[in-house]
């Protein structure tokens, strides 16, 4: 079993709806969680980071946290094209850098 | 504020050549970490660095060795190259370990 686990896709999604990205994982251990967007060819970019169990949101995306049932996710609403890309989440642990990250989520929004 | 820069940004060698990599942090951020990504293994932690000292050394053969120096730039060395050492080689640069990290461009390297 990965530590991080996420459905490789392609989420395919119309322009403007809701895409709904899952990521669970199985080290307790880990406290910071992150979701990076990767475009083809790209370096990944950081997009939300989350600490502490609940919601988080910033502009179009929500990020949620729940540790007890070690899973977390991201919400992209209005979705554009623009925002097809890979999505990749990671676990950090605190004081440390080591980021284990997902295999990614492509995500193909369509106009 | 700039980027994280790496230098080269694409590198082709053969087998059984070694190869260095380059990568300049944010300014003032002083803590760097090594990724791997391939199509197969996705991406993976190599080493962190932080106040030129290795914190943190991801499954990876010795091969892959890396430094940082005291204006925390950072370079990593890989020896013996082999084929499956063909991959895009990330930095990430954080001010301190355990805070957000942000990735540089990348290395290309293909081995042949």
């Known amino acids: 079993q990965k530590e991080v686990e996420q459905n490789s896709g392609p989420l395919s999604v119309p322009e403007g709806a809701i895409a709904s990205l899952n990521c669970t994982y199985s080290?307790?251990?880990?406290?910071?969680f992150f979701w990076y967007r990767q475009y083809s060819g790209k370096s990944p970019e950081l997009i939300m980071f989350i600490y502490s169990n609940g919601d988080k949101e910033d502009g179009r995306f929500t990020a949620q946290l729940n540790k007890a049932s070690q899973y977390v996710s991201l919400l992209i609403r209005d979705s554009q094209p623009s925002d097809s890309a890979t999505y990749l989440c990671?676990?950090?642990?605190?004081?440390?850098?080591?980021?284990?990250f997902g295999g990614g989520t492509r995500v193909l929004v369509k106009p | 504020k700039a980027g994280v820069t790496q230098t080269p940004r694409y590198l082709i060698k053969t087998r059984g050549q070694q190869v260095t990599l380059s990568c300049s942090p944010i300014s003032g951020h002083r803590s760097v970490s090594w990724y791997q990504q391939t199509p197969g293994q996705g991406l993976q932690f190599l080493f962190e660095?932080?106040?030129?000292?290795?914190?943190n050394k991801g499954n990876f053969p010795g091969r892959f060795s890396g430094r940082q120096f005291s204006n925390s730039r950072s370079e990593m060395n890989v020896s013996t190259l082999e084929l499956g050492d063909s991959a895009l080689y990330l930095c990430?640069?954080?001010?301190?370990?355990?805070?957000?990290?942000?990735f540089g461009p990348g290395t290309r390297l293909l081995v042949l």
């Open positions: 990430a640069s954080s001010p301190i370990p355990g805070e957000t990290q942000y």
């Open positions: 080290d307790r251990g880990s406290q910071s």
């Open positions: 990671a676990g950090g642990k605190a004081a440390g850098n080591k980021l284990t």
């Open positions: 660095y932080f106040s030129e000292t290795q914190r």
